[in-house]
């Protein structure tokens, strides 16, 4: 069984310590979890090929470039890894409510 020695300064401070102050490796991961569920979801109903997926389909695509624009801005105005990830979980859990509901 491998000891905290393992892990390199910044995983053992990063996620052994909970600090966010490097790559906030947890919320990557969760961020990567949430999002494949939307995805799941998202599949479901373009599945369906009515009028209501190819409505699905624009938003998403218009929701993907407004998302970019924006992680871009915040990047340029100074914005931490942390809350690039942190703004995209409130994204991807705001979809997942939206498309859980239908």
């Not at 966010?20 to 999002?35: H, K, Q, R, S, V």
């Amino acid at each position: 069984m491998p000891d905290h020695h393992s892990f390199s300064a910044l995983d053992h401070h990063a996620v052994l310590g909970g600090s966010d102050n490097g790559f906030p490796w947890y919320a990557g991961a969760m961020l990567a979890i949430e999002a494949s569920e939307v995805v799941r979801l998202r599949c479901e109903k373009l599945s369906q090929g009515d009028e209501a997926a190819g409505q699905e389909a624009v938003l998403m695509v218009s929701e993907k470039i407004a998302a970019a624009f924006e992680t871009f801005a915040n990047l340029l105005s100074g914005a931490t890894p942390a809350a690039v990830i942190r703004r995209y979980r409130e994204h991807v859990a705001a979809n997942a409510r939206r498309l859980s509901a239908n």
